[in-house]
C-alpha cells in the first residue's frame, strides 16, 4: 500500500459529484442565512412538539461494529479501532438484537454495517443475510476497501440478494479500484465512495476527561447525536461514543487517563423498551456520557495512527 493515489476513479464514477445546496448557498450568503435561519425554526417547532433537545428521527437508523478491530488504522479514528483487541461481533447476538427491532420498527429501518474493518469478518456472508432476513429498507457496508476486490463471488452475490450497498471511504492508499468496480457491475451493487484524500478531510476531535461540559449544550451542537445511532449487544446509543470508549481505556489502562463507564442512562437497552416510540424519544435526548464532548473539531489531511493518546483527548 502507498501513501498517494493518483486519481481515484471510485471518487470520479461512485463520490458525492452534485454540489450540495450547502455549497451553492455559500456563495449567496444572504440566502445561505435565511435558509439556516428557516432551519432553526423548523427544528424549534419539531423539537417543540417532540419535548425533545434534537427533532425526535422519524425512522431508525443505527450503525453496528461488525468487527472493532481494522487493518488500516487512521489516525484519531472515531471509533477508537486502531486501539481496539481483535473483536468479530456474534451472529447470534446480532440476529436477537435485529430480531427485535425488526419487530419493534415492522422491519423499517436503515442499517449501517460498519467496525473497525466489517470485512475481516469470517462470517460476513451470513451477517448480510441476517441483515436482508430481518429489515426491508436500505442497509449498507462501509469499508476501507482493502480487502474488498479480493472478495469471492458469493459474497457479492449476497449483497445483491441482500440490497446491501457498499460504500467504500477512500484513502490516500492503493487498492484495486478497477477489479472493485468490474465486481460491483457484474453482480449489480450499489457502490458509493466518500473522499478522505483531500487535503482537509480527515478531522480530529479532543474529548475532555474532565467530563465536565454542559450535556445539552454539547448534544445540541454534536454532529454525531441521534445520526451516527450505534447498536451494540442490545443498547442503542444516539452515538457510538460510550459504548467505544472501552478500547481506549482497555489500551491506555496504565496511564492515568480514563472514561467512566457508560451508565444505564447513557443508552437504551432494546429488551426493556415497549415501543420504537420510546427508543426515538431518548435518542433524541442528550445522555450523561455528553459531559465529555468538546465538539471541536480540527481539519488535516489523512494520516496513519501513532496510537499517541493526543490522537483522541485533550491532555
Ligand atoms: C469508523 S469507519 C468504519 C468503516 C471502515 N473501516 C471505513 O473506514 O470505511 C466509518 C467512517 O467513519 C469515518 N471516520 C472515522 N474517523 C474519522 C475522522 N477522524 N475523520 C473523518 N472521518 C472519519 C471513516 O472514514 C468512515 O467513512
Ligand atoms: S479504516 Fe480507519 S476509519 Fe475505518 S475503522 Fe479503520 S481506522 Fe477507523
Ligand atoms: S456523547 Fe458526545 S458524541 Fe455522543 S451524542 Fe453526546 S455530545 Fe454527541
Known amino acids: 500500500m502507498s501513501e498517494t493515489v493518483e486519481k481515484s476513479r471510485l471518487l470520479s464514477e461512485y463520490g458525492c459529484k452534485k454540489p450540495t445546496l450547502k455549497k451553492l ?12 435561519g428557516l432551519r432553526k425554526v423548523k427544528t424549534k417547532i419539531k423539537t417543540g412538539i417532540s419535548k425533545t433537545v434534537k427533532p425526535k428521527r422519524e425512522k431508525l437508523f443505527f450503525d453496528v461494529h461488525i468487527c472493532d478491530h481494522c487493518n488500516l488504522n487512521c489516525k484519531s479514528c472515531t471509533n477508537f479501532c486502531p486501539l481496539a483487541e481483535k473483536k468479530f461481533v456474534d451472529s447470534d447476538i446480532l440476529e436477537r438484537d435485529f430480531k427485535r427491532l425488526s ?16 470485512l475481516l469478518h469470517p462470517g460476513l456472508i451470513k451477517i448480510l443475510d441476517i441483515t436482508g432476513k430481518y429489515f426491508d429498507c436500505g442497509a449498507q457496508l ?17 449483497c445483491r440478494k441482500n440490497a446491501v450497498k ?11 479500484e478497477d477489479k472493485i468496480i468490474a465486481q460491483a457491475r457484474k453482480h449489480g ?41 450505534y ?6 446509543d444516539p452515538c457510538g461514543f460510550p459504548l467505544l470508549t472501552k478500547h481506549f481505556n482497555k489500551y491506555f489502562d496504565k496511564s492515568e487517563y480514563g ?26 435526548n442528550p445522555i450523561p456520557y455528553c459531559r465529555y464532548c468538546t465538539l471541536n473539531f480540527s481539519y488535516s489531511g489523512w494520516e496513519r495512527s501513532g496510537r499517541g493518546i493526543e490522537e483522541w483527548v485533550k491532555k
Open 103 to 118: 419487530e419493534l420498527t415492522n422491519r423499517r429501518c436503515d442499517v449501517s454495517l460498519i467496525g473497525g474493518e466489517p
Open 25 to 36: 448557498l455559500k456563495k449567496i450568503p444572504m440566502l445561505m442565512r435565511l435558509v439556516t
Open 189 to 229: 451493487v450499489e457502490l458509493e465512495a466518500l473522499d478522505r484524500t483531500g487535503a482537509l478531510s480527515w478531522y480530529k476531535h479532543t474529548w475532555d476527561l474532565s467530563g465536565g461540559r454542559n450535556v445539552e449544550k454539547a448534544y445540541r451542537k454534536c454532529p454525531w447525536g441521534n445520526v451516527c445511532i
Open 231 to 236: 447498536l451494540e449487544d442490545g443498547k442503542l
Open 142 to 158: 462501509v469499508t476501507n476497501g482493502i480487502l474488498l476486490a479480493e472478495q469471492p463471488d458469493e459474497f457479492w452475490q449476497s
Open 166 to 176: 457498499l460504500v467504500v471511504s477512500v484513502y490516500p492508499i492503493k487498492i484495486d
Open 259 to 284: 472514561f467512566a463507564e457508560p451508565s444505564e442512562d447513557d443508552y437504551v437497552d432494546i429488551f426493556k423498551v415497549n415501543s420504537i416510540d420510546e427508543i426515538l424519544e431518548k435518542l433524541a
